[in-house]
């Protein structure tokens, strides 16, 4: 093996040891999420069809190097005042730890609320500053509303049910209170920045052997 090669494999092995680790070398943050119902708010009669939901490949109870699950602490208060109003209603409280990626690499997130009337996804990532990609319906009908029972000439189904739905995209801030607002379901999201959780780092690094110093020799 001549010099060339062997400085070819050592480039490549510590590229594959980088990229084994990239994910670990990202920020970490605490991400809570609370969302809630309006009880006075609008009853509109043209909420939108509710055909496919949108769904996350990772769930807050999830414990891997991309996320970990984690107890509600930043938004008890928020969650506690918005459940002993009498206009609101909280469906959903829960809080992950996961590391912060690009658009590309980041997953969705699987929300559902636990009396089932909440599903949808959420996903953050960041692109120069930190996004949130909220999609979430609010089941409050379970039954069709519509009066038509086909589809259109492109294949729509337009006999679905009719629910809310708070789907918004946008630039959020760390460590604020992020509002999603909605006539009839809203949603309060806050990321803190944590050290990476020890259970999510790999307790067994990949490794690999160098060629023996002799072999750089050979052929020259």
Do not use: C
């Not at 990609?133 to 409050?140: C, M, N, R, T, V």
């Amino acid at each position: 093996m001549n010099l060339n090669t062997f400085f070819l494999r050592v480039a490549l092995l510590a590229s594959l040891s980088i990229l084994s680790t990239s994910a670990f070398a990202q920020q970490w943050y605490h991400v809570e999420l609370v969302v809630f119902e309006r009880l006075s708010g609008a009853n509109a009669e043209h909420w939108p069809v509710m055909n496919n939901i949108r769904s996350g490949s990772l769930s807050p109870q999830m414990a891997n190097n991309q996320i970990q699950p984690a107890a509600v602490e930043t938004l008890a208060g928020v969650s506690q005042r918005l459940q002993n109003a009498s206009n609101y209603r909280v469906h959903y409280h829960k809080a992950w730890q996961q590391p912060m990626l690009s658009k590309g690499s980041a997953r969705s997130i699987q929300i559902n609320s636990d009396n089932g009337l909440v599903e949808g996804a959420l996903k953050v990532y960041r692109v120069n500053y930190l996004h949130a990609d909220i999609d979430l319906w609010f089941k409050e009908n379970g039954s069709s509303l519509s009066n038509w029972n086909a589809a259109t000439p492109e294949g729509v189904e337009l006999g679905g049910p009719r629910n809310p739905n708070l789907a918004q995209i946008r630039r959020i801030k760390s460590k604020a209170l992020n509002y999603f607002d909605h006539p009839r379901i809203a949603a309060i999201l806050q990321l803190t920045p944590v050290a990476a959780p020890a259970s999510a780092v790999s307790k067994t690094p990949e490794s690999y052997s160098l060629p023996e110093t002799s072999e750089a020799t050979e052929g020259q």
